[in-house]
């Protein structure tokens, strides 16, 4: 008779975000980011991941899905990666968040680990405080490893949701506003990080 321990170890496998869930399509919410977007340049690398071209070739961002698995459905979310080059050696993270409890008030930035002084060059003022404000982003990471800087944006918009009982996918898609914010946002950190 299996131990506790072991049974308890395979449900924790069974439900972990790292198993791949029952009825994951990779891509297919790729595909439906991309023609949401409109997306010309738009390449898939591996089965969940792509690269696209935004703003006339002024961007380059690797566009990754990642599953969240739940009972009895699965979220597939889309993480956009912008990478840029570092003129800084050493490591850090941050992660971004909005704060206020019923209405944005602002953007709170939260070192995990690195150069303390690193902390108010990353506080976001003007345009893309402005342009960070009113997207509807879920995660925003910013690393600093190997020589260059990679923000990791989660957004709410480009998602798909997937149910098991009673059965439906449904894709959530990104609206014009928060497609162009999400541009802005992007083009924004690739102008600060490079300056620093």
């Known amino acids: 008779m299996p131990s506790i321990s072991a049974m ?11 198993h791949t869930p029952a009825g994951y399509r990779p891509g297919v919410t790729l595909e439906h980011l991309r023609r949401n977007l409109g997306l010309a340049h738009f390449q898939h690398t591996a089965s969940a991941t792509a690269e696209a071209v935004l703003q006339d070739g002024q961007l380059h961002v690797e566009i990754v899905e990642r599953t969240e698995s739940q009972l009895l459905m699965h979220l597939v979310m889309t993480e956009f990666l912008l990478r840029v080059p570092a003129s800084r050696e050493g490591t850090a993270s941050f992660e971004l968040h909005h704060t206020g409890a019923v209405r944005r008030t602002g953007i709170r930035c939260r070192q995990r680990s690195g150069d303390p002084a690193l902390l108010a060059l990353l506080q976001p003022d003007g345009d893309l405080l402005r342009a960070l404000m009113p997207l509807d982003f ?46 802005a946002t992007l083009l924004h950190f690739q102008r ?3 300056a620093l």
């Open 192 to 194: 600060v990080l490079a």
């Open 8 to 18: 308890l170890q395979k449900l924790f496998e069974r439900f972990s975000a790292r």
């Open 138 to 183: 879920k995660r925003l990471r910013i690393e600093l490893r190997a020589g260059q800087w990679c923000v990791r944006l989660e957004h709410m918009g480009g998602s798909e949701v997937v149910n098991r009982m009673p059965a439906f996918r449904r894709y959530i898609p990104l609206s014009a506003d928060q497609r162009n914010g999400l541009v």
